[in-house]
């Protein structure tokens, strides 16, 4: 059983730096892909930002792109994603997901099959 738990949340001001990570824990891991999903407040669940976990290949959200990163330490089982000029829009708890299968699409939550619990990221202004 795959575990992910995220860390590094918490409030900041407009225009700030974050960095969140997830830690994967259990079972040997492997992955095809890890990604950071965000939910805020009466709103869905919307796709952040992904990565191959073997290779090169990163994907992100028009709302986030060129603002954000992630990244990954594999040796380590570390997913990272540094936040950039921060915005009150990017209010959310931040979710760290994994899937085991091959899938071009990163956006879709169903193709992810582990979670993190979340951590909150606050951008107050």
């Known amino acids: 059983q795959v575990q992910l738990v995220e860390s590094g949340g918490g409030t900041v001001q407009v225009g700030e730096s974050l960095r969140i990570s997830c830690a994967a824990t259990?079972?040997?891991?492997?992955?095809?892909?890890m990604a950071w999903f965000r939910q805020a407040p009466g709103k869905e669940r919307e796709f952040v930002a992904g990565?191959?976990?073997?290779?090169?290949?990163?994907a992100y959200s028009d709302s986030v792109q060129g603002r954000f990163t992630i990244s990954k330490e594999r040796t380590q089982n570390m997913l990272h994603l540094q936040m950039n000029a921060l915005k009150p829009e990017d209010t959310a708890v931040y979710y760290c997901?994994?899937?085991?299968?091959?899938?071009?699409?990163?956006?879709?939550?169903?193709?992810?099959?582990?979670w993190g619990q979340g951590t909150q990221v606050t951008v107050s202004s």
């Open positions: 259990g079972r040997p891991f492997s992955a095809d892909a």
């Open positions: 990565i191959r976990w073997f290779g090169t290949e990163t």
């Open positions: 997901a994994a899937r085991s299968r091959y899938s071009d699409n990163y956006h879709a939550g169903d193709n992810y099959d582990s």
